[in-house]
Structures are given as structure tokens and as C-alpha cells.
């Protein structure tokens, strides 16, 4: 078993930045790549960025640039920062980790105001 918790979701202007944080626990040593999806009411789910074990990042075209994901220290932890957010970048902001399953958190919403 493995449990996702994220933070540092939040309200923010237009410009702005954010850092969301996802801390793993449980069975840690099995996970291998994290990442976080979105997903805006109406919207499909979205594959945001991704890293793996190894700690090579992945993005969607529509973040890069302006987005970046890194692993903590701790194998277990996340990180995404966000910069330069768009209105369009609300939505709610999902981890996830890979071990021999997919394992996700619960999810911690950003909010762009214009």
C-alpha cells in the first residue's frame, strides 16, 4: 500500500506561483516514476509532468517553460512549481506514483484569477 498527500494548492493571481508538494508513504521502496495530472470541471484529465526513478522530467507542451517537477531528497516526495500560472491552469492537481499499480493522491486545487 502506498498513500499520496498533497499541499500547496491555492488561490493565486495571474504571474503567480505556486509550489504543490506530494509526500509518499507505505510501501515507498516500490515506487518508481511520480508525476501529477489535472483536471478542470468539464475537462478531460490531463498528464501534467511526470519523473522518473531516475529523475529525468517529462511535460505537456502546455507547461513547459513554465512548470518544473523534482524529487526531493527522500525518494518519496514531489514537487511541482508552478510559474507564470494562467487562468487555464486552474483545475485540480493530482500525484501520482508507479510502483506495481498506479497509487493516487487526493488531489489539491489551484485557482488562477485574471
Known amino acids: 500500500q502506498v498513500q499520496l498527500v498533497e499541499s500547496g494548492g491555492g488561490l493565486v493571481q495571474a504571474g503567480g506561483s505556486l509550489r504543490l508538494s506530494c509526500a509518499a508513504s507505505?510501501?515507498?521502496?516500490?515506487?518508481?516514476?511520480m508525476g501529477w495530472y489535472r483536471q478542470a470541471p468539464g475537462k478531460q484529465r490531463e498528464l501534467v509532468a511526470g519523473?522518473?526513478?531516475?529523475?529525468?522530467?517529462s511535460y505537456a507542451d502546455s507547461v513547459k517553460g513554465r512548470f518544473t517537477i523534482s524529487r526531493g531528497n527522500a525518494t518519496n516526495t514531489v514537487y511541482l512549481q508552478l510559474n507564470s500560472l494562467k487562468p487555464e491552469d486552474t483545475a485540480g492537481y493530482y500525484c501520482?506514483?508507479?510502483?506495481?499499480?498506479?497509487?493516487w493522491g487526493q488531489g489539491t486545487q489551484v485557482t488562477v484569477s485574471s
Open positions: 507505505g510501501s515507498i521502496v516500490s515506487i518508481k516514476a
Open positions: 519523473i522518473s526513478s531516475g529523475g529525468s522530467p
Open positions: 501520482y506514483g508507479v510502483s506495481a499499480q498506479i497509487w
